[in-house]
Structures are given as structure tokens and as C-alpha cells.
């Protein structure tokens, strides 16, 4: 099989109604696929509302293959199960909240089977009015910290500013094409990273093992972002989103140099947060959380706390 579409929902049924129906109107013809979707103990009726879809959606429901979890796990691990259970040769990961544009499952294709030695292409990101969003980026080390902290990260650290088709650092996985053998050969996700910075991770290792990280900006699709949108689960998101990002810093660089990395990643926040105080329709205290999670990221509950309560509320049911 050529292709396998590998979506992970936690909780976003509507979003994830919106991205099969995005898979099945942007399918390329002639690609042999299937679609594997992996509900992670959601509690909104997700699963029962894809049962209903593949019952409605003719022939193109019989490639659909629902995966309904028992306990809520990471989203990195969740990737992983789904690039081990698929059968296609090259995998397109998808959080439930993106949606492909026409033409981006045959753009990303395209640039890994003309570059033998890329192991993933990330499609070029919009928000939910279509405005381009940075989705590419050079890997995280003490020099994209002191750039960032210098206010030069559009710069310096952003890749996926332009039209043309290039090798970057690293590309977020919210609409990324895998080759699962590459996968494979690195042993797929880290599941120490339960949320955020998985990728960054993921394609890191890719990279040391002689592979290159593509960005396509041909390929487009939107992707609802939660950490900017989900303001009831904001400070658990932002928690995460810190532990991660130290969590790679550690891993990569050291503990030393994750130090220095935490208060420079805290300074970018500090002045945004005195101009949010004067600038309308801005909100200092989500640039104060972001610094004060930058700074001690082992602080707060994230959500893996708040999955261990959905998994102990479950087994009480």
C-alpha cells in the first residue's frame, strides 16, 4: 500500500468530522490508501460519530479503520502505534484539528519520492482565515534561544518563510509525511515527550541518522491551533508545551545548556507582557504564564496530569 492517512483525536469530534471529510475531498486518485483514526479515550462521542461517517461515507468508508483506546495516552505515543499498525509505505500524519487543502496529499508525495534520502515533508501550515503560519524551523540549540531572545527568531530560526520547496531543521507534525521505514529505523516517537516537541525529537534523531527533513510549501493545510485557541485547557497546555521544549534541551544539549535555554526562552515573554498591558484585545497574563512555565517548566499540572485524571475517572466508571 502506497499511503496510510494517521490521525490522532483527543476530544475534537467536530474538528475530526472536518478532517476525514478534508481526507476524502483531497484524496489523489490512483494512490492506494487507507485512513487510521485513533481515538484517545475521547469523552464527546468522537468514535461513535466516525462509525456513523464510515457508514455514510460509501466505498471510502471501507478504507477507514477506527482504533478506540481504553485509557488516554500522549500524542507521541499515539503517533508511534499508528506508524507501527500502518501498512502504507509512506505515512501522513494529521491532528484531528488540520485540514488538507486540495492538492497537498500529491505535493507531499512528490517531494519524498524525488528525494530518496528525505524521511518527512511537513505541508506548509494556515490558520483557521487562512493566514500562513510558521510550521518550519531550525532545531532548537543555545544559538536559536539567543536569536530568539534577541527578538531575530523570523530571522534566524523560522524556515518556512518563501515558495520554494527546501531542507529545514524541522517541521511540525500536524500535517507531516512520514516514510515509515525511516520511522522505523529510529524507533519511531519518544514517548517521553507526551505533547510538544515530539516531532522536533522525532525528526532530530531522523536527522542524525543521515536522513533530511523536507518543508512544502506547495502543500497547504489548515490547522486550528489549540495552544493559541484553547484557552480553557491554556495554562495545562502551556505547561506541556515548556516541558517539552526543556525536555529536548536536556536530552539534546544538556542540562546546562537547558538551564541558559529556559531564562532566555523566558525573556521573549517579558516584553510582549508589558505590551499586552496598553495594546487592546491582549492578554498580559498568558504571556506572564508562558514566562513564569518557560522558567520552571517542572512546575504546574500539564496534560498528562490531566489525562491521568481522565484515565482514573474511567476506571471508575
Known sequence: MRLSYCVVNTS???????????????HPDGVEA???????ASDDGSADAVRAWIASAGEFGGRVRLIELERRTGKSENDSRLLREARGELCLL?????????????AL????????????????????????????WRLPSLGTAFASALFLHRLLVTESNG??????GWVQSSAM?????????????????????????????????????????????????????????????????????????RKHHGRAAAAIARVLSAWTYVPRALAALVLPGHDPGWYWLHASRALR??????????????????AQT
Open 109 to 136: 508525495i512528490a517531494a519524498l519520492e524525488a528525494d530518496p534520502a528525505a524521511a518527512a515533508a511537513g505541508a506548509q501550515l494556515l490558520s483557521s482565515a487562512g493566514d500562513k503560519l510558521g510550521c518550519a
Open 177 to 249: 509525511l512520514v516514510r515509515r521505514e525511516a520511522a522505523e529505523q529510529v524507533g519511531y516517537l519518544d514517548a517521553a515527550f507526551f505533547v510538544y516537541s515530539d516531532e522536533t525529537d522525532f525528526e532530530k534523531r531522523l536527522r542524525d541518522a543521515g536522513w533530511t527533513i523536507l518543508f512544502v510549501p506547495a502543500a497547504r493545510a489548515v490547522h486550528h491551533e489549540q495552544l493559541a485557541t484553547d484557552r480553557s485547557a491554556g495554562e495545562r497546555r502551556v505547561t506541556e508545551f515548556h516541558r517539552g521544549r526543556d525536555r529536548y534541551m
Open 12 to 26: 475534537g469530534r467536530e474538528d475530526l468530522l472536518a478532517c476525514l471529510g478534508a481526507i476524502r475531498a483531497t
Open 34 to 40: 487507507e485512513v487510521l483514526v485513533l481515538d484517545n
Open 297 to 314: 517548566p517542572d512546575r504546574g499540572e500539564g496534560l498528562r496530569e490531566a489525562a491521568d485524571a481522565h484515565n482514573r475517572t474511567l
Open 94 to 106: 494529521l491532528n484531528e484539528d488540520s485540514e488538507l487543502r486540495p492538492g497537498a496529499t500529491e
Open 163 to 168: 515558495d520554494e520547496l527546501r531542507e529545514v
